[in-house]
């Protein structure tokens, strides 16, 4: 059994997305570092991007339920499963669980690396981090080229990261190309964390701000993304995929199209 069934979830257009806590996250990470030499681990974010996205890609939906950890990304995706499982939920956007997982680093002396980004953003998200948490340790970094890599850059890249042993990785490749990578490398790279970052490594890096506290809160960060420098990438994703979530949303609560749970065909390891 998946160590998410252990939560209470609620199925967003064919994702279980769990109602969890960072104690449950840092319990979790705890007993999985204990095996460094097990397959690494995988916690899954979910928003109406990603459960857009899956509903549409069987593939996708697949990765995302197979993932050691589901948690929300998106206070309205928070509000719902409070509401309706009747549990306590944080939000598990990828910065704050950077930043939760960095300051817990303080006691438990997790080690990190980062996977992703353009080199010069790459550059600088290392030294923000540093510079804000002076104590945590980032064993390695990679910026790997826009193509897909050879067999041999891969393998040089999984024996490295082995070899450096680290206990998060941080990938940011984007939405979905980071949870392919995940899935295609958490048996390849051994006793690691894996926690897919997307525009943490813009956020961190200096490339864009990320939105006031009480924004966020108020669950409409997307929409102050969507009037940063990135409008041109991001208005389709929120305001026609926000659309079509919503529809089928409506429609699968409604009762109209049975959407069950994808997990069959994908496991952990690749395709």
């Not at 929300?72 to 995706?77: N, T």
């Not at 550059?123 to 390695?140: A, C, D, F, L, R």
């Not at 051994?190 to 490594?201: D, E, L, Q």
């Not at 924004?215 to 102050?224: A, N, P, T, V």
Request: proline share 4%; glycine share 8%.
């Amino acid at each position: 059994m998946a160590q998410n069934r252990k939560f209470k979830s609620f199925n967003f257009l064919g994702v279980d997305v769990c109602a969890l806590t960072y104690g449950d996250l840092f319990k979790s990470v705890d007993t999985w570092l204990k095996d460094k030499e097990s397959r690494s681990h995988h916690i899954s974010i979910i928003n109406a991007y990603c459960s857009t996205l899956a509903f549409k890609n069987l593939r996708l939906a697949e990765i995302y339920n197979k993932a050691d950890l589901i948690g929300p990304d998106g206070m309205p995706f928070v509000y719902w499963l409070k509401l309706f499982l009747g549990k306590p939920c944080d939000q598990f956007d990828a910065s704050s669980i950077l930043i939760k997982l960095a300051e817990k680093a303080k006691k438990t002396n997790y080690t990190f690396y980062l996977y992703g980004g353009y080199p010069v953003v790459l550059e600088n998200m290392k030294k923000n981090i540093e510079t804000q948490y002076p104590y945590i340790k980032i064993v390695g970094c990679m910026s790997p080229p826009f193509r897909v890599l050879t067999e041999g850059e891969d393998r040089k890249i999984c024996e490295e990261i082995n070899r450096l042993k680290p206990d998060i990785i941080c990938v940011g490749l984007g939405t979905p190309k980071q949870d392919y990578w995940i899935n295609e490398h958490i048996t390849k790279i051994k006793g690691s964390v894996m926690v897919p970052c997307g525009a943490i490594f813009d956020f961190f890096g200096g490339r864009i701000k990320r939105a006031p506290g009480f924004i966020s809160k108020m669950g409409i960060e997307w929409l102050y993304r969507l009037f940063s420098k990135d409008f041109k990438r991001l208005w389709y994703r929120y305001t026609v995929l926000n659309i079509v979530f919503l529809w089928n949303f409506f429609l699968q609560l409604s009762g109209i199209k049975r959407i069950k749970e994808k997990t069959k065909k994908v496991d952990k390891g690749g395709l």
